[in-house]
């Protein structure tokens, strides 16, 4: 603004030289209205500071949405999953597994004893039974033949261990009995004449003496324990 209020008083004397010059009558200068002049000097000075502000402005709002721009997340689409493909070549030979036999351990079925005996029942006069002194009683054994040989009449129930109860030592057996078959065996007895617990066992005798009972081995009697 300083620069144009030379301007303007250079004019005036420029103009003032011009009129000596030619010898006319300058006409008086005009009265420069100093308070004017400031007041439009403030106004330039104000709208040019307005100019810069507003420009100031505008430059941080760009820069405020260039920022957020960058600052906003981006959808990136993910990358489709890739699946392995298996292709066979052809002609490729593949490797087939033989079976291998398996050989499962032969069961031979154990031998079965001439002679084996197996206890059914005790048909009367269980264990622990009490009797008075001198009663007298039959016991009777229900016992099967679980052996591979017949039991004829040279088969018989002989007194093995304990105390007999009976008049003799051996009884034949009732009846011949076959593999697989059953027969009721019965020793009629007496019970002691004192009290007490007494055991009388008994065991089954084959056609050439040899003496077999029941359980695995076959060897077990059969016994008789009664109380009186």
Excluded: H
């Amino acid at each position: 603004m300083e620069t144009r209020a030379n301007q303007t008083r250079w004019l005036a004397v420029f103009a003032a030289m011009l009129l000596v010059g030619c010898g006319v009558a300058a006409p008086a200068a005009p009265t420069l209205d100093v308070k004017s002049l400031a007041t439009q000097i403030a106004a330039d000075v104000f709208a040019a500071i307005s100019q810069t502000q507003e420009a100031q402005q505008a430059t941080q709002v760009a820069a405020q949405e260039t920022q957020v721009v960058q600052a906003s997340p981006t959808n990136t689409a993910e990358p489709p999953a890739v699946v392995p493909t298996f292709t066979q070549t052809p002609g490729a030979s593949t490797a087939t597994l033989a079976p291998t036999a398996v050989t499962l351990p032969s069961s031979t079925p154990a031998p079965i004893a001439c002679n084996a005996a197996q206890l059914v029942s005790d048909l009367t006069v269980a264990d622990n039974s009490l009797f008075s002194t001198g009663a007298k009683f039959s016991k009777i054994w229900r016992i099967k033949n679980v052996g591979s040989c017949t039991w004829d009449s040279g088969y018989r129930i002989r007194f093995t261990d304990g105390t007999n109860l009976a008049e003799k030592s051996s009884y034949p057996l009732p009846a011949v009995v076959k593999p697989g078959e059953s027969v009721d065996v019965s020793v009629d007895m007496t019970a002691p004449n004192k009290t007490g617990t007494f055991r009388s066992s008994w065991s089954l005798v084959s056609d050439k003496d040899v003496t077999f009972g029941v359980g695995v081995n076959a060897k077990t009697a059969v016994d008789l324990p009664p109380k009186t």
